[in-house]
């Protein structure tokens, strides 16, 4: 009996730690499935014994200006289908420099005023296919699959528009096709640019959502696995002693800590002032604690800014930045990948922390699962960067409101309340972190350690019903 053989498609580097770095391919081995990276990113994944192909090429400009197309069309007509306009701050100014990106945005923007609600839409997802086809890289995609047939194609995001040459090229073939929506917040943004034959979802929830988005797709077509992301908070393996993970981290074994997570520039252009007040908040609090505190610092991954630099130094007794090991290999966020070495680091921030405070980070549930508080942060700081930017923009986005009851997370409305609430965090959290589960629940399937039998078990399903 020939062995099966899938190809798991990583279009960019935001793949690597959910599909890489966990169990998933050793599960489906021993499942008895060839597993093979068919990979465009620069990671060599044979350092990690594993099976790849490397693929080369890339999508023609017209494919990528019908997906800016596509994308602002759809958030269009979800704004008239839900009649909510918070849809159209998932939109993002385009570059306007240069005679380049002025042609372009006129080609967009031409292309969403001709292909506007369902009818429109669907028309621009087959032009995505048709544009692909016409391209060297589709016929490359084609070629590598001709030679090595593999069984089924499952794609690490559903996001880049690399990765509809791909697919398209399976499809033409006759291979099943499916891909993991990636992120909690994915499906209201419009980032469905695949077009696969079966997807895979963290929950109900958010099958409940594609299902809304995207009538047209199958009900059956939908797999509820939960996601890989979370399985390596599971591995005991992966944690460290408190004294080993201060010494590495230049931690003080006299204080506790607090985990400072940060964002990116866009998401919240005034972190480094959250991360003052807060220092402030703690320096106050320690002249009348017992045990001191300490801020640990993880900024965000993709954010290799300066601007905390300044904070950093006012306040380097109190406060430790330990980066995410991360490495940058390009010039966009998605080029920015994680390092194996990430997982243990990140896990242990949290084991070896007593809460997490941040804007609305996901998170609230790494710190939930180990039963640990969150503080979000909703005010405005003084002296701040944008004055257009407003944090509950963050929160009024649609993953927001899944939030069961609002009492997740304590809710930092000023700093002036930051070193009260803290400490009720660290001495009453009970509730708030119970209320934290159920939400995580809601969000992610449960129990969360089982997200890659579950994908592969879905995998089995597929390929019994293909053939």
């Known amino acids: 009996m020939k062995q099966k053989k899938i190809f798991i498609l990583l279009p960019d580097g935001v793949g690597l730690r959910n599909f890489a770095f966990t169990s998933f391919v050793e599960i489906g081995e021993q499942m008895g499935w060839e597993v093979v990276f068919w990979n465009q990113t620069f990671f060599d994944l044979t350092e990690l014994g594993y099976k790849e192909i490397k693929l080369s090429g890339k999508p023609r400009a017209f494919t990528d200006l019908v997906k800016r197309a596509k994308i602002s069309s759809e958030l ?73 047939q593999p069984d089924l194609i499952f794609c690490t995001n559903q996001r880049p528009v690399n990765a509809i040459a791909p697919l398209t090229a399976a499809q033409d073939l006759g291979i099943p096709t499916s891909t993991f929506i990636f992120s909690w917040d994915n499906l209201p943004k419009a980032t469905m640019v695949v077009e696969p034959d079966f997807h895979f979802v963290w929950s109900e929830y958010m099958k409940e959502e594609l299902l809304n988005y995207y009538p047209f797709i199958a009900g059956d077509s939908i797999f509820i696995t939960g996601s890989p992301q979370f399985e390596p908070h599971f591995n005991l393996k992966l944690r460290k002693s408190r004294e080993d993970f201060f010494k590495e981290n230049n931690l003080d074994l006299n204080k506790e800590y607090i985990c400072f ?43 290799f800014s300066d601007r905390y630099d300044t904070v950093l130094e006012k306040y380097k ?22 390092k194996q070495e990430d997982l243990g680091l990140q896990i242990n921030t949290i084991l070896h ?72 965090a660290l001495e009453n959290s009970e509730k708030t972190v119970a209320a934290a589960n159920d939400w995580f629940e809601k969000i992610n399937l449960s129990p969360a350690e089982k997200a890659s039998e579950r994908i592969w078990e879905a995998i089995d399903k597929i390929t019994e019903k293909c053939t």
């Open 261 to 303: 997570s940060g964002d990116d520039k866009t998401t919240c252009p005034d972190d480094a002032h959250y991360l003052e007040d807060v220092a402030e908040a703690i320096e106050s609090l320690n002249k009348k604690r017992e045990t001191k505190l300490g801020i640990l610092f993880r900024r965000c991954p993709v954010d």
């Open 76 to 148: 269009d007509y979800f704004e008239e289908k839900f009649n909510d306009k918070v849809y159209q701050t998932y939109k993002f100014p385009s570059s306007k420099k240069g005679l380049k990106s002025k042609v372009k945005n006129a080609v967009v923007t031409q292309l969403t005023k001709t292909y506007r609600g369902e009818i429109g839409l669907q028309k621009l997802r087959e032009k995505l296919k048709t544009s692909e086809r016409k391209s060297p890289f589709y016929q490359n995609c084609r070629e590598i699959l001709e030679r090595e």
């Open 317 to 338: 007794e109190l406060i430790v930045p330990v980066a995410p090991k991360w490495e940058q290999v390009g010039g966009n966020w998605n080029s920015v990948l994680p």
């Open 353 to 424: 922390t007593k809460a997490v405070i941040n804007l609305g980070s996901s998170m609230v549930f790494d710190f939930a699962i180990f039963d640990k508080p969150c503080l979000f942060l909703n005010y405005n700081v003084a002296n701040k960067q944008d004055e257009s930017w407003n944090p509950k923009k963050v929160y009024d986005f649609v993953h927001f409101r899944s939030m069961p009851t609002g009492k997740e997370v304590f809710w930092l409305e000023s700093k002036e309340e930051i070193g009260t609430k803290l400490e009720n």
